[in-house]
């Protein structure tokens, strides 16, 4: 099982910490980290910052974890995949993800209707650019070149690269079918290694589909790690759930809510989004209890944490995400240091 890391966040961008970030992905590179996912919602973007790393680093993949599709043009998504491969020695890997309404319509100033079918044309397009052919393309909510129009269809003058590998943050039924008939990878969140299969069988199912196997998406999932004392450290997770539960999309669509209620937590799922939406976020925190905390991430004594890795790989997770506690950056890296010798140590 590999590993891989996150820099940046909703909020990413506040403090202006990106250089100990950098530090940061430098070190985890000498470790053995294989990726390095750099977020995008309404903080930092996620390319700048990955162009950077790229000139710190030489071996750490280095990938969007995500680009939203309604921030860039398809083609633009596309043209900037390729710059990113050209200049890292094709170690870039193209993360997409739908993001949610709040921030599509409310950010962006775009419809949020039919986020599958968008991402779909999205992918469809750039895997056209990638292949070096003519972009034309006639779809729902895309049209190349534009109908009516005075343009044609162009090819971009920088060499198609097919090979990038695209990722998919996907989470309802549907869209997580898709990643199994089109993706290279699945960014998971909300994801339990018990109930892998409220998520995986969707992936399965859409790879067989096409003609493929489960074994053909890289399953990327994880979490927050950390050693001690288990209960000590969900606390101060709680209220990062309660938030991803409540807010993170609007109070008719959440699709974060929704796999956790697939993920055998239906009751505290709906009962914390509704004490957040109406305002009362402490108690919305205050419901969450440990065990959903510790299913969420792996946390523990030294045992705890290694059960949690095999349980991870085990339910078929070849990429574990991780995020490491601590108060300092070197904190961080001695539980990133620790958490890989009980990876290469697992039976």
């Given amino acids: 099982m590999k590993v891989s890391i996150g820099v ?25 980290v294989d990726t390095v996912w750099t977020a995008e919602a309404w903080g930092q973007d996620a390319i700048a910052p990955l162009a950077f790393i790229a000139a710190r680093t ?21 043209m900037t995949a390729l710059t990113m491969a050209a200049i890292s020695d094709d170690r870039f890997i193209l993360g997409l993800g739908a993001s949610g309404p709040q ?33 034309a393309y006639d779809g729902k909510y895309h049209q190349l070149p534009l ?21 998919l943050a996907t989470l309802g039924p549907k869209a997580l079918e898709y990643t199994g008939e089109a993706a290279d990878g699945w960014l998971g969140t909300s994801f339990t290694p018990e109930h ?17 196997s489960l074994a053909d998406v890289n399953i990327q999932a994880g979490g927050t790690i950390g050693f001690g004392d288990p209960a000590e450290l969900a606390a101060p997770l709680k209220r990062g759930l309660a938030f991803t539960l409540g807010a993170m999309g609007s109070a008719k669509t959440n699709f974060y ?25 402490n108690e919305a925190v205050d419901i969450i209890p440990d065990e959903m905390i510790l299913q969420s991430n792996l946390l523990g004594d030294e045992g705890m944490v290694r059960d949690r890795l095999r349980a991870y790989r085990d339910a078929g997770v070849e990429t574990c995400r991780l995020s490491p506690m601590g ?15 009980l990876i290469n140590g697992l039976d």
Avoid: C
């Avoid at 990413?12 to 910490?17: C, I, L, V, W």
């Avoid at 969007?64 to 599709?69: E, L, Y």
């Avoid at 950056?329 to 620790?338: A, K, N």
């Fill in 147 to 167: 109908p009516g129009g005075e343009g044609k269809a162009l090819r971009l003058s920088q060499p198609g690269n097919p090979d990038i590998p695209i990722y």
């Fill in 8 to 32: 940046g966040g909703a909020a990413s961008g506040g403090e202006r910490d990106f250089h100990e970030h950098v530090d940061f992905v430098v070190e985890a590179e000498k470790l053995g």
């Fill in 103 to 135: 921030v599509v319509e409310g950010l962006q100033g775009r419809p949020f209707k039919a986020p599958l079918t968008r991402m779909r044309e999205t992918v469809e397009i750039v895997k056209l650019a990638f292949a070096g052919e003519k972009i």
């Fill in 58 to 78: 030489e071996r750490i993949k280095l990938g969007t974890g995500i680009m939203q599709v309604s921030a860039r043009t398809p083609s633009m998504t596309a």
């Fill in 327 to 341: 108060r300092s950056m070197d904190e961080r890296l001695e539980v990133l240091g620790r958490a890989i010798d």
């Fill in 196 to 212: 892998a299969s409220a998520h995986l069988d969707y992936i399965e199912a859409g790879a067989k589909r096409a003609g493929r």
């Fill in 257 to 281: 809510n929704d796999a956790y209620k697939r993920g055998g937590w239906d009751e505290i799922a709906r009962e914390s989004q509704s004490l957040w939406v109406s305002g009362k976020r």
